[in-house]
């Protein structure tokens, strides 16, 4: 978690600045990162929660997975599409 915690407060750091503008896909890889971090928070709170070593199945992580694969490339595609 301390890595996606640091690339997000990184990226906004790096756009501090009036000169740097904010990117779409900054934006959206930002938000994939987090969604992966959600997966893998969930996975690892169920661990801890029942005491083993066993989270999420691995039908329900490849979903969520999946899901978020499906989410990011149709906001990439819309996202794209918009001109600012």
Same mark, same amino acid.
Not at 18 to 47: C, N, Q, S, Y
Not at 57 to 77: D, M, N, P, T, W
């Given at each position: 978690?301390?890595?996606? $915690?640091?690339?997000?407060?990184?990226?906004?750091?790096?756009?501090?600045?009036?000169?740097?503008?904010?990117?779409?896909? $900054?934006?959206?890889?930002?938000?994939?990162?987090?969604?992966?971090?959600?997966?893998?928070?969930?996975?690892?709170?169920?661990?801890?929660?029942?005491?083993?070593?066993?989270?999420?199945?691995?039908? $329900?992580?490849?979903?969520?997975?999946?899901?978020?694969?499906?989410?990011?490339?149709?906001?990439?595609?819309?996202?794209?599409?918009?001109?600012?």
């Amino acid at each position: 978690m301390a890595v996606v $915690g640091a690339v997000i407060v990184g990226y906004f750091f790096g756009h501090v600045g009036p000169a740097v503008k904010f990117a779409r896909t $900054g934006e959206l890889v930002i938000i994939v990162v987090f969604m992966f971090a959600v997966i893998g928070l969930i996975d690892d709170w169920i661990k801890v929660r029942n005491k083993r070593s066993l989270g999420l199945h691995k039908r $329900g992580k490849l979903v969520a997975q999946i899901a978020a694969g499906i989410l990011f490339s149709e906001l990439a595609v819309h996202l794209s599409l918009i001109h600012i």
